[in-house]
């Protein structure tokens, strides 16, 4: 499995790589992989010297993370030799072993798989400030605390941005005021439309039921116009005469 891992980075534009193990250990201090469903103990510094530049050249200057979530295994010892406490080495060969970042978790049946779990919600929710050694470090724990050991020359986040740290919350302050403000001009004009819209409501009942038909200005002007139609009927009315032929005479009276 390692050496397929191995040639696809080397063969691969990759910018880094992430392996995560869930796997059990004994007194030992090694961890035991199942593999065609058998139990191999491995040397856990033995996994990741498989991955620096002496062995897989693709990794070169790119961030090689580990991440152990090891499950204990108690047994009945026979031996005292079974008591003796897993050793490594504190320093590494530089510039070999440089850009990786060891992640070890013990945990219990209880708790086995909650890191990953309190490890993703951190990463969307915090994955655009911090990096990933402060995600890893403030998860609770309420028996054992992740043990990292870190030879990244850089720091190392899961989201791409331009603001970190500091610069992120004022930042995110910003967008909050921005935001804020974007639903007040929201609110100002879904009022302003609600008063426009009531008064064209106003404004159509009023027309509507207007007190008899017509304003006094319109009342009095059809009122000149109507006195005037009749002087003008009266001017050309044709009074009708009798003589004595019994014919009518009309005349015209102006």
Same mark, same amino acid.
């Given at each position: 499995m390692m050496f397929s891992v191995?040639?696809?980075?080397?063969?691969?534009?990759?910018?880094? +790589?992430? $392996?995560?193990?869930?796997? %059990?250990?004994? +007194?030992?201090?090694?961890?035991y992989i199942r593999f065609k469903e058998k139990d191999m103990p491995v040397d856990i510094q033995q996994i990741w010297t498989q991955f620096t530049c002496n062995y897989c050249k693709g990794l070169r200057n790119k961030p090689k993370i580990f991440i152990f979530e090891i499950r204990m295994i108690h047994e009945v010892a026979f031996e005292s030799t079974q008591f003796r406490a897993? !050793?490594?080495? $504190?320093?590494y060969d530089t510039p070999p072993e440089a850009d990786i970042l060891v992640i070890y978790n013990k945990t219990t049946d209880e708790t086995h798989g909650k890191l990953m779990n309190k490890l993703?919600?951190?990463?969307?929710? /915090?994955g655009q400030r911090e990096d990933i050694i402060? $995600?890893? %470090?403030?998860?609770? %724990?309420?028996?054992?605390?992740?043990?990292? #050991? %870190? !030879? +990244?020359?850089k720091k190392f986040y899961f989201t791409p941005s331009e603001y970190r740290g500091?610069?992120?919350? $004022? /930042?995110? #302050?910003?967008?909050?005021?921005?935001?804020i403000l974007q639903q007040m001009k929201v609110s100002v004009d879904s009022a302003q439309e609600k008063v426009k819209e009531k008064k064209k409501i106003k404004k159509r009942f009023s027309f509507l039921f207007r007190p008899n038909g017509n304003s006094n200005d319109e009342q009095e002007k059809e009122s000149e116009e109507r006195h005037s139609r009749e002087t003008e009927t009266r001017g050309l009315t044709l009074p009708a005469t009798h003589d004595s032929n019994d014919n009518f005479r009309f005349t015209y009276s102006g």
């Open positions: 191995q040639d696809e980075a080397n063969n691969s534009n990759t910018n880094g +790589l992430m $392996l995560f193990f869930s796997c %059990s250990t004994k +007194l030992d201090g090694k961890i897993p !050793t490594y080495s $504190l320093t993703g919600k951190h990463m969307r929710k /915090y402060t $995600l890893v %470090s403030c998860i609770p %724990s309420n028996n054992f605390r992740p043990m990292i #050991i %870190s !030879t +990244l020359t500091h610069h992120y919350n $004022l /930042y995110e #302050i910003e967008k909050e005021l921005t935001y």
